[in-house]
């Protein structure tokens, strides 16, 4: 009774924060005051609490040095010209019949490169929604590629930091996730790309405005070694060199070639590497504005927060009735199917991917033992169906970031985040049938 009364305390706070717009943050020190009263109540000390917390935190380490990679490689980035050059290049390829489907794929290509999905949104994806309306294509249509696209790279790119957690919580190659990843994925995103191909034949559009382009092309020095810091990226991760070493390479690359090629001070590459690139063209600040270390503040604080719960959980087993029922429905629907409906619950809980993720992970590991298995279902659950969820932070800062009107049928049309999690439990079902038809026969 008191773990119920426990968790639906932490529930009820996660949705006022979603319910009045108060930062999921609140909630989540809220909920930590919250589970570690629990842990005092069920006699543990003090001393043994805050142990339990920072085993939690240790797990995330390496995601939290990633984030402040992140937020210094997106802002020299946008100084060394790399993600104008980037958008420049593909602009050429664009066929208004074929435009959503670039819509998508270009946010893909950006997503796979900087592993993060609000970084795309925030770069490639207001380009993109830019670029639509100039065209006149419906924007609910583009909305639902972008959403698409860049959680193409948040599941799958090894600068991904949900990627990295994954690879953290299960104690699994990151390298070896991707390959996995991108064989589950196969049919729907070919899929995907059929249905935005076929929208974008049947709908309306003509050739996007060049006036975002010319802007781009003034502004920087788009020439082809800016695109070396993404280029470099590419090729280390071909060789499986470690994430963090690859971005601080990259970093370094997009540094020199910021003050080499865009004309950048030494003063104030180091304020773009704290306080984010920031550029004085009123048509280009709300495109390319931002990165830095200080972006990556508040969600390092949802991270460490987060992650403290897992070793309260972990020590304490306040989920332990809850786990016990998610085995019987994986025994039902198979492991797959119990750990994508709790990654369902779970984001809609936790309102937010990394919270998501570790609930999902800590309520449902003892169902599925191989950790290499482990960690592609939570790739193919709780780290694609969390922008399902409107007032998650995976899906409402996305759609904050490109101006998105209509949320809902955005999602709608974000085909890749709920197609690829029901091919796989299609997948899943189909091969334990199969299994259970041979042992059937063998007898």
């Known amino acids: 009774m008191l773990e119920i009364m426990v968790l639906g305390l932490f529930t009820a706070a996660l949705l006022l ?19 570690a009263g629990y842990a005092l109540i069920k006699h543990n000390s003090l001393a043994e609490v805050l142990k339990m917390s920072f085993n939690g935190v240790k797990t995330v380490r390496n995601v939290l040095i990633v984030f402040m990679l992140i937020g210094m490689l997106t ?10 050059f980037l958008v ?57 590629a972008v959403l698409s ?25 990151i390298f070896d996730n991707i390959r996995n990843m991108i064989r589950t994925s196969v049919v729907p995103f070919i899929a995907v790309c059929a249905i935005y191909l076929t929208l974008g034949m049947n709908g309306s559009g003509a050739s996007p405005d060049g006036g975002l382009l010319t802007l781009l092309k003034e502004s920087f020095n788009l020439h082809w070694l800016a695109a070396l810091p993404a280029g ?16 601080i390479i990259s ?23 704290f306080t984010g690139y920031r550029i004085e063209e009123p048509g280009l600040a709300a495109m390319m504005n931002g990165g830095g270390l200080l972006s990556m503040v508040k969600v390092s604080a949802i991270i460490c927060i987060s992650s403290s719960y897992s070793g309260i959980f972990e020590k304490t087993g306040i989920l332990q009735g809850v786990k016990q029922r998610i085995g019987r429905l994986g025994q039902k629907i198979t492991p797959y199917g119990g750990e994508l409906v709790t990654s369902l619950v779970a984001s809609m809980a936790a309102c937010n ?25 939570l790739e193919n659950t709780a780290v694609i169906v969390a922008p399902l969820v409107p007032w998650s932070v995976a899906c409402a800062a996305p759609m904050a970031a490109i101006s998105a009107v209509n949320v809902g049928g955005c999602i709608l049309f974000a085909f890749y985040i709920y197609l690829l999690p029901a091919w796989n439990l299609f997948r899943n079902r189909k091969r334990r049938e199969g299994s259970v038809y041979g042992n059937r026969k063998t007898v």
């Not at 900087?114 to 994806?125: C, E, Q, V």
Request: charge should be positive; glycine fraction near 10%; charged fraction near 10%.
């Open 232 to 247: 470099i990226v590419i090729i280390l991760s071909l060789f499986r060199v470690r994430v963090k070493k690859t971005m």
């Open 251 to 273: 970093i370094l690359m997009a540094g020199i070639i910021s003050i080499v090629l865009q004309g950048v001070t030494l003063p104030e590459l180091f304020s773009f590497l």
């Open 353 to 377: 991917q990394t919270l998501g993720i570790i609930l999902t992970y800590q309520l449902c590991k003892d169902m599925v033992h191989d950790r290499r298995k482990m960690a592609l279902y």
């Open 17 to 35: 924060s979603a319910v009045f717009g108060v930062s999921v943050l609140y909630a989540l020190i809220f909920g930590y005051f919250v589970f």
């Open 88 to 144: 420049v290049c593909t602009s050429g390829l664009i066929v208004p019949s074929a435009f959503i489907l670039f819509i998508f794929l270009l946010n893909c290509f950006v997503s796979v490169l900087t592993g993060t999905s609000l970084g795309t949104a925030a770069t490639s994806g207001v380009i993109s929604m830019a670029m639509a309306a100039a065209a006149g294509v419906n924007p609910v249509y583009a909305g639902g």
């Open 149 to 173: 696209g860049i959680y193409f790279g948040d599941r799958c790119s090894p600068m991904s930091t949900s990627a990295l957690l994954v690879s953290e919580l299960t104690g699994t190659d």
């Open 75 to 84: 802002a020299l980035w946008r100084a060394a010209g790399t993600i104008p």
